[in-house]
């Protein structure tokens, strides 16, 4: 390689670079900051739980009442199609009976089990007297001025759609965001309303993660609003340390050092979009 080729190729490269840092650090010079609607630093998962069974009224009002910012919830579709509120699309776990909401009226549906184990926290239960599983619209009713979190637990069209019916009919999609851990969820349920912020998708999450370590991403846009992921170091206070094996305790160890960077969350923090995990 002549001197004059490694010249350009040197003063590309450090331009790269240099522009690069500089939008990472402030990418309003490239990107229109996205406007917030509302700002969430305290979600209930599940309305709380662990404090009350998951997924109920009781659960949401007493989020609300101590001051959250945001509720999450999940959602599923009955057989006459309507839109509840539950994690599981299988009822056994939470309600002892082993059948698919999907396969019931809603006026079928088994009432939740007096106790339930919390699944992201090792020995911990939540219980309550609330034990009806919950309309969304009924949710939306009793707290039109709060902030939720809908995960659309399963792919299915008519879901997705009826869910966007609900928060057009109440007016919600300046303080609703939708999605799902997958990234054919979340495409339907932005073609279905774009109007509604979108969660990051897995597929996505590992995408900004790519692009953030090659340093592209300062130059890609981002339509997504809020970016949640799991902190990966929490596996390790659901497991005993014991049963697990060194791989998997050096992935663990991986996961945190990759995700969980300042820099990154700087930037996406910058760019208007909220972080949450």
């Not at 599981?88 to 939740?112: A, F, H, M, Q, W």
């Not at 869910?163 to 339907?188: C, D, F, M, P």
């Not at 309303?193 to 090659?214: A, C, D």
């Not at 160890?253 to 995990?277: C, P």
Request: contains cysteine; positive net charge; aromatic residues 10%.
């Amino acid at each position: 390689m002549s001197s004059t080729a490694a010249f350009y190729l040197l003063s590309t490269l450090g331009g790269y670079l240099v522009t690069s840092f500089l939008l990472l650090k402030y990418p309003t010079l490239l990107h229109q900051r996205k406007k917030q609607r509302f700002l969430s630093k305290h979600i209930s998962h599940r309305g709380g739980a662990g404090e009350n069974l998951e997924n109920t009224m009781a659960a949401f009002q007493h989020a609300v009442t101590i001051g959250t910012d945001m509720l999450e919830l999940d959602c599923h579709i009955t057989k006459d199609e309507q839109v509840v509120v539950s994690h599981d699309e299988n009822l056994k776990r939470s309600t002892g009976v082993n059948v698919n909401i999907s396969d019931l009226k809603y006026c079928e549906l088994p009432p939740y089990l007096g106790k339930l184990d919390v699944s992201f926290q090792k020995a911990c239960q939540c219980e309550g007297k609330d034990n009806r599983i919950p309309l969304l619209k009924e949710v939306f009713e009793a707290f039109p001025n709060t902030p939720i979190n809908i995960d659309i637990k399963v792919n299915n069209n008519l879901l997705i759609k009826k869910v966007s019916e609900l928060v057009k009919q109440y007016r919600r999609e300046h303080i609703t965001v939708w999605g799902n851990a997958s990234y054919e969820i979340v495409e339907k349920c932005y073609k279905e309303n774009s109007e509604i912020p979108i969660l990051f998708s897995l597929q996505r999450v590992l995408l900004i993660l790519g692009l953030f370590f090659t340093g592209l991403l300062p130059f890609v846009p981002i339509r997504e609003q809020f970016f949640e992921i799991p902190m990966p170091s929490i596996i390790l206070k659901l497991k005993e340390p014991h049963t697990m094996s060194r791989s998997q305790k050096f992935l663990i160890w991986l996961s945190d050092i990759l995700l969980m960077r300042k820099a990154l969350f700087d930037h996406l923090t910058a760019r208007g979009i909220q972080l949450g995990s």
